[in-house]
């Protein structure tokens, strides 16, 4: 069943490369076409970082490099996405629904988003020659199972090729089997709380890994399966209920999809009873992973945690209860995985739950702290709590200055390269994220991208911080 129609040869040969339109962009601002979208360098021609077609070989300016400044050989560089915030008219998902409703708690829908789907060849070539060598991208399973049951080899093929072009550019590919959306159809039926999801979706992950498994460099069963318990965590003031919370809030809207919808048992990701989510994700990484590797036992599976740097309040500080209730479990998980991913972008200053951001402390564009720091102590925490190699999956920051995110990635790898220094076990970076994309509830607004996206003729800008990290990346140095 869903054997692959075109085999795609898991070939290392370098097939296309943008590295004459980068040379070309870096004499002055050109504007290139590659597929049907441009691509545009921001400030091209006044930065060396950008004049990569004339730099000397990788060998060469590693060997330059100073070795201090050097993390370990065949560290992972990489750039993140997820499938319903890139690739547009994911119509078969949970989140479309949603988005589509009155009074819908999403600013607004994320239509075409970044059309990713078709133009995921330049954006992985572009990935590739800005000298990342690792692509983090995840399935959308409502596309490759929209009905329950019926699974589509045409959609599985899609991803197939994009898997096969990250090879073909030699990036390693980290593949994220759920991240958020699921199938309209499974949500319906009450998403994570339904005591059949494990069961359904250990189905979808031996389907797609007996399809696609032998491209996968490393499998994810979820991503952040801890944010369900997390919301409680943070509180969200509402006018006349400032002690509300996130899950609260909800909770709230949860009843007006149900009632729209008709669907009565209707729970997403992010709505539906925290615990009971937690306590289905658990149980379907469990099935979702030994799926995987009843199909493919060599393949590396783990997941990706959200983690925020935990620091105690002066007074009262439920620390300790907030590891034990959101992380807890998820470490567990992770000492029987073969790595785990750590996602972080700020720290957290827990007391009671976790305080409002300080006044005067600088905020990004989505208000957490900026605070590159986070990086260096959540790998410290948890690897020494999982005591299992650790991947760095998403760490980034919402700006529209640029030149705050270079700062961010400049002192975020400091950071980490001190703990690797101290022998953390870190094997690679992945920055949140490629492309300026949907950030969900808060539509296209905040700007994550080392990538800008002008969402009406879809032209792809590098911005600095991407050739940046991109240099980093290529020295593998910092
Ligand atoms: C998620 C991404 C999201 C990012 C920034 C992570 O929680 O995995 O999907 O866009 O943070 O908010």
């Known amino acids: 069943m869903n054997e692959p129609q075109q085999p795609v040869a898991k070939s290392k040969s370098r097939v296309m490369t943008r590295r004459s339109l980068l040379q070309a962009a870096s004499a002055g601002a050109v504007v290139g076409i590659v597929g049907t979208a441009p691509l545009a360098i ?8 950008t004049r990569r077609g004339d730099q000397p070989t990788d060998a060469a300016s590693a060997a330059a490099a100073d070795k201090s400044k050097s993390f370990p050989d065949k560290f992972l560089w990489g750039c993140a996405t997820a499938g319903h915030q890139v690739e547009g008219n994911n119509t078969n998902s949970d989140l479309w629904a949603m988005e589509h409703m009155p009074d819908s708690m999403f600013k607004e829908p994320s239509g075409d988003a970044c059309d990713h789907y078709h133009l995921y060849p330049q954006d992985i070539a572009m990935l590739a020659d800005l000298g990342f060598n690792t692509y983090r991208f995840s399935l959308e399973w409502s596309r490759i199972e929209p009905e329950e049951g019926f699974f589509s080899n045409a959609e599985l093929e899609h991803y197939r090729r994009m898997l096969a072009a990250c090879h073909e550019h030699h990036l390693t590919t980290l593949l994220t089997y759920s991240h958020f959306s699921l199938p309209r159809w499974f949500a319906i039926k009450g998403g994570w709380q ?33 944010i369900p318990q997390l919301l409680n965590w943070i509180n969200l003031p509402m006018p006349g209920k400032p002690e509300a919370s996130l899950t609260e809030m909800f909770q709230a809207s949860l009843m007006k999809v149900r009632k729209h919808l008709n669907a009565p048992d209707f729970a997403s990701f992010f709505v539906g009873d925290g615990k009971k989510i937690r306590d289905g994700l658990l149980a379907a990484h469990a099935k979702g992973k030994g799926a995987m590797k009843s199909v493919r036992s060599e393949m590396p599976v783990g997941f990706n945690l959200a983690m925020s740097d935990d620091q105690p309040a002066p007074t009262d500080s439920h620390l300790a209860e907030k590891r034990a209730d959101v992380y807890g479990p998820w470490l567990e998980a992770a000492k029987r995985c073969d790595y785990l991913g750590v996602q972080t972008y700020s720290r957290a200053i827990v007391g009671k739950k976790d305080l409002p951001t300080p006044k ?53 790898l400091t950071g980490l390269k001190r703990a690797i220094d101290d022998g953390v076990d870190v094997r690679g970076y992945v920055a949140w994220s490629l492309l300026d994309n949907f950030e969900w509830m808060s539509g296209f607004e905040p700007k994550f991208g080392i990538v800008a996206v002008d969402l009406a003729t879809q032209r792809r800008t590098v911005k600095p911080s991407g050739a940046f990290l991109g240099n980093i990346a290529r020295r593998n140095s910092l």
């Open 42 to 49: 921001a400030g091209a021609g006044t930065s060396a970082e």
């Open 194 to 226: 339904n005591p059949a999801a494990p069961d359904l979706y250990a189905r979808f992950c031996e389907k797609t890994t007996r399809h696609l498994g032998d491209l996968v460099d490393y499998a994810s069963t979820f991503n952040e399966p801890d």
């Open 360 to 412: 005067g402390v600088e905020t990004t564009q989505v208000g957490w702290e900026y605070y590159p720091e986070c990086v260096e102590h959540v790998v410290r925490y948890a690897s020494k709590e999982a005591g299992v190699p650790i991947l760095v999956t998403e760490n980034g920051v919402a700006a529209t200055d640029d030149s705050r995110r270079v700062e961010y990635f400049q002192r975020a």
